[in-house]
C-alpha cells in the first residue's frame, strides 16, 4: 500500500519540557493506527504535530511523498488532514449544518446548496440527519462529536486525526462515537487515532503503537503487542489497564 | 431648540461609534498581531486613554489644520476626535473578546484548513462580538455623554445648544435639567437596546 505519512525524526519540547525525543514513524493509505500509551508521554502531542497544531522543534513530516512547511503548502495538507478533538470544538455560534458547510463552502468555495447536501448526507451517515438545524448547545456530547466527525469529513481528508475523541463523553456515549469511527475504519479511511479504549483499539486496528516518555517504544498488529508485548514498558502498562 | 442639539449629538455620537468599532476591530486584532502593527496599536491606545478627550479635540480642530496648511470644519473634527478616542476604547474590548474565546475554535477552523483571515472573520469575531456587546454598550453611552465635550469647538450639540438658550433666556436651571433629561432619554434607550440586543444574541454563543 502507498505510503500516505512519514515522520522522521520527531522532537517537540515546551520550554524545558522535552515531549517527543525523535519519533518516526510511517502510516500507508487505508491503515488504522491507535495510539496508546500513559498520560504525558507524548502521543497527543505527536498527532497534534501532524498538522502542525504544534510545531515540532525538530524533525519533519511528509505528507503522500511531500515535506509538511507551514511557509507553503501548511493550509493545502491540513484540508486533507481531517481532525476530530477531545472537546469536540464545534462552531457553538453556528448550527449543525453550518458548522459542517463552513469549511467546504470557505476552502473550496462549495457552491451552498451542494456543500448542504453533502452535508446533510454525512449527518446522515452518523446519524443525525434530523439535527441539522440545530445547534451545538443543543446536542448531547455523543451527538456532538459525531458532528465534529461529520465536519471533518465535509473536507473529503485523506487522513483522519482522532485526538482522544471519547475522553470526555460520558460513558453511555462512548459506544455511539465508536461505532461511527468503526464504519469509518471499514469504508477504508485512514485513520491515526490517540485513545485509551483498548477495545477500539483490539477490534479496529491495523497497528497499535505503544508510546512512553516520548518515544515509540512498541508497535505491532494489536493481536501480536496486545497478546504478546516485549518490552517491559509496554507490559507494565497493558497489565495495569487490561 | 435643544432637539435640535441633541439630534445632531445622536449623530454624532452613531457616526463616531461606527467608525470607533472599525477603527477598534482593527486595533484589537492589531495588538494580537505579531510585528509592528502591535507596537502600533500599544502606542496608540496609551496615548489616546493617557490623554484627556477635551484635548484630543483641540489637538485636531486648531493644531491640525495648522499642520496641515487646511482649515477643519468643526463638525469633521468633532467626528475625527471623537472617532480616533472611542477607536482606542473599543481596540482594548474587542481584544479581550478576541482572547476569550477557546484555543479550540482555532484549532478546529486551523484544522479544517482555514487561513488566518477565515477563522478570525467566520469563527472567532462572530462569537468575539456577542460576548463584548455589554461592555461595547458602557463605551457607547460614556461616548454619547462624552460628545458634549465637543461644545467647544463650536459645535452647536445639545451642551451648547442650551448654553445658548441660557443666554437668551437666563433660566439655567430649567435649562441644564432639560439636557440632563434629554441625555438620560438617550442614553437608557442605548442601554436598553443593548440589554435586548444581548438577550437576542446569547442562547447559542
Not at chain 1, 170 to 193: F, N, W, Y
Not at chain 2, 20 to 37: D, F, M, Q, V
Not at chain 2, 133 to 144: D, K, Q, R, V
Not at chain 2, 159 to 178: L, S
Request: one cysteine or more; a neutral charge.
Amino acid at each position: 500500500m502507498p505510503k500516505i505519512l512519514e515522520v522522521r525524526e520527531l522532537y517537540k519540547s515546551f520550554d524545558k519540557l522535552q515531549v517527543l525525543q525523535g519519533v518516526s514513524v510511517q502510516i500507508d493509505a487505508g491503515e488504522v493506527v491507535v495510539i496508546i500509551g500513559p498520560s504525558g508521554s507524548g502521543k497527543s502531542t505527536l498527532l497534534r504535530c501532524l498538522n502542525y497544531l504544534e510545531q515540532p522543534t525538530n524533525g519533519s513530516i511528509y505528507f503522500k511523498g511531500e515535506l509538511v512547511d507551514p511557509k507553503s503548502n501548511l493550509l493545502k495538507i491540513r484540508q486533507e488532514m481531517g481532525m476530530v478533538f477531545q472537546n469536540f470544538n464545534l462552531f457553538p455560534h453556528l448550527k449543525v449544518i453550518d458548522n459542517i458547510t463552513l469549511a467546504p463552502r470557505l476552502v473550496h468555495s462549495t457552491a451552498k446548496p451542494l456543500a448542504e447536501k453533502r452535508g446533510l448526507e454525512l449527518l446522515g451517515q452518523v446519524g443525525l440527519q434530523e439535527k441539522a438545524r440545530s445547534f451545538p448547545d443543543e446536542l448531547s456530547g455523543g451527538q456532538r462529536q459525531r458532528v465534529a466527525i461529520a465536519r471533518a469529513l465535509a473536507m473529503d481528508p485523506e487522513v483522519l486525526l482522532f485526538d482522544e475523541p471519547t475522553s470526555a463523553l460520558d460513558p453511555e456515549m462512548i459506544g455511539e462515537v465508536l461505532e461511527v469511527m468503526k464504519q469509518l475504519a471499514l469504508e477504508g479511511r485512514t485513520m491515526i487515532v490517540v485513545t485509551h479504549e483498548m477495545g477500539f483499539a483490539k477490534e479496529v486496528g491495523d497497528r497499535v503503537i505503544f508510546m512512553d516518555e516520548g518515544v515509540i517504544v512498541e508497535e505491532g498488529h494489536p493481536n501480536e503487542l496486545f497478546a504478546n508485548p516485549k518490552q517491559k514498558r509496554t507490559q507494565a502498562f497493558l497489565s495495569k489497564i487490561l | 431648540m435643544l432637539l435640535t442639539g441633541a439630534k445632531l449629538t445622536v449623530q454624532l455620537t452613531s457616526i463616531a461609534v461606527f467608525f470607533g468599532i472599525i477603527l477598534g476591530t482593527l486595533t484589537g486584532i492589531a495588538r494580537l498581531s505579531k510585528g509592528p502593527l502591535r507596537m502600533l496599536a500599544a502606542i496608540y491606545i496609551d496615548v489616546i486613554r493617557g490623554t484627556p478627550l477635551l484635548v484630543q479635540t483641540f489637538i485636531v480642530f486648531y493644531g491640525l489644520p495648522s499642520l496641515i496648511q487646511r482649515p477643519i470644519p468643526a463638525y469633521v473634527a468633532a467626528v475625527l476626535a471623537l472617532s480616533i478616542n472611542s477607536g482606542a476604547y473599543v481596540g482594548e474590548i474587542v481584544r479581550s473578546g478576541i482572547q476569550s474565546i477557546d484555543k479550540g475554535q482555532w484549532e478546529a477552523a486551523s484544522s479544517l484548513g482555514l487561513s488566518n483571515y477565515q477563522t478570525m472573520r467566520h469563527i472567532i469575531l462572530p462569537q468575539a462580538f456577542r460576548r463584548i456587546i455589554p461592555p461595547l454598550g458602557n463605551e457607547f453611552i460614556a461616548l454619547l455623554k462624552d460628545s458634549s465635550l465637543v461644545s467647544v469647538i463650536a459645535l452647536e450639540e445639545l451642551v451648547r445648544k442650551g448654553q445658548i438658550i441660557i443666554g437668551r433666556t437666563f433660566r439655567p436651571f430649567e435649562i441644564w435639567t432639560a439636557v440632563a433629561l434629554i441625555f438620560f432619554v438617550m442614553t437608557f434607550t442605548v442601554s436598553r437596546l443593548v440589554d435586548y440586543l444581548e438577550r437576542r444574541m446569547t442562547p447559542h454563543a
